[in-house]
């Protein structure tokens, strides 16, 4: 069930705002608030529009939503293709204005090259766990052009556990999610949050030189990915 995309096009289409919820395993529910995905440059955090100014050449917006980060790019000149696996996020992204707006699996994305890959608002998640990330990367290799990028944004939920990080049998930012919407709820899913030691140490050895290019007031942090040379 589409709920995420339900929740996009029903505030794009009738302007009425109902509560979209995200319910993880670790403590209450928390709303997420429907207009986030239809921010203005000036409303987006300073993370994010650094890394739309970072971006360059042919750009792949995976996972893109409401298609807001795209139409920035897309204003600026930048050759971007916006791909979600939403029918109704690609919908209202295509009724917003962009162009290149496909409902599509990154994973099944073959045969095509970008200089960016960027994924903003913990896009990444969508690797759903340590796995997902190393063969993500794999991936991520035949899409990139010789000198191309990949940007995102994750953080580090060590501090979920209060009393220190217990034995567990997955990696500790491995979080189950599911979306609720109008007494409706989806599928639980994986959603990976990955701290940074982590992630240099997998990136490294899947061939990615790491780079930390700015972290914000609650630990978010933004990272370009490089294939080493």
Known sequence: ???????????????????????DNHGPKVEM????????????????LMALDLCKGKTLDIGAGA??????LQDRGIDVTAI???????????????????VQDIFELKGEKF??????????????????????LLHAK??????????????????????GIPELPHYYGEVKCCYEYRRQKSDWFSWLYIDQQTLRHIAAEQGFDTEILFIDESDQYLVRLTLKK
């Open 84 to 102: 979600d696996i939403s029918e109704g996020a690609v919908e209202v992204m295509k009724e917003r204005g962009v162009e290149k707006a496909l």
């Open 1 to 23: 069930m589409d709920i995420l995309g339900k929740a996009i096009s029903e505030y794009f289409y009738g302007g009425k705002e109902y509560k979209l919820w995200v319910h």
């Open 33 to 48: 608030i429907v207009p986030i995905y239809f921010r203005s440059p000036q409303a987006m955090p300073d993370l994010e």
């Open 142 to 163: 035949t899409l990139l052009n010789k000198n191309g990028q990949l940007l995102f944004d994750s953080s580090d939920v060590a501090y979920l556990y209060e009393e």
């Open 67 to 72: 298609g807001s980060h795209a139409l920035y």
């Open 115 to 136: 200089d960016t890959l960027l994924l903003l608002m913990n896009g990444i998640g969508l690797v759903q766990n340590i796995d997902g990330l190393k063969k993500f």
